[in-house]
């Protein structure tokens, strides 16, 4: 069993930071890449970022820029620095942790950009 645990999500005004965390636990082999989704009021869900096993990332068009994925292998962890925020960022945010054999998903985090 795979448990990926998100937090850093919360409350920002416009032009603000925050950074996402997602942890993962219990039986992680082989991981390949990690990602995060998000999914706005309305919308249907998006990739935001990934970031592959030798470091290599991709951005969505939207986030290019303002947005920053990273992971620390040794702590199964994957992180998404959100800067400048608009309220289009509004979402629940998905972490997902790629293996040769499925996709995990963490249980989303909510990311409100408001004044």
């Known amino acids: 069993q795979v448990q990926l645990v998100e937090s850093g999500g919360g409350l920002v005004q416009p032009g603000g930071s925050l950074r996402l965390s997602c942890a993962g636990s219990?039986?992680?082999?082989?991981?390949?890449?990690m990602g995060w989704y998000r999914q706005g009021p309305g919308k249907q869900r998006e990739l935001v970022a990934r970031i592959t096993s030798g470091g290599s990332t991709n951005y969505a068009d939207s986030v290019k820029g303002r947005f920053t994925i990273s992971r620390d292998n040794a702590k199964n962890t994957v992180y998404l620095q959100m800067n400048s925020l608009k309220p289009e960022d509004t979402a629940v945010y998905y972490c997902?942790?790629?293996?040769?054999?499925?996709?995990?998903w963490g249980q989303g985090t909510q990311v409100t950009v408001s004044s």
């Open positions: 219990g039986n992680i082999f082989s991981i390949n890449a």
């Open positions: 997902t942790f790629d293996t040769s054999f499925r996709r995990f």
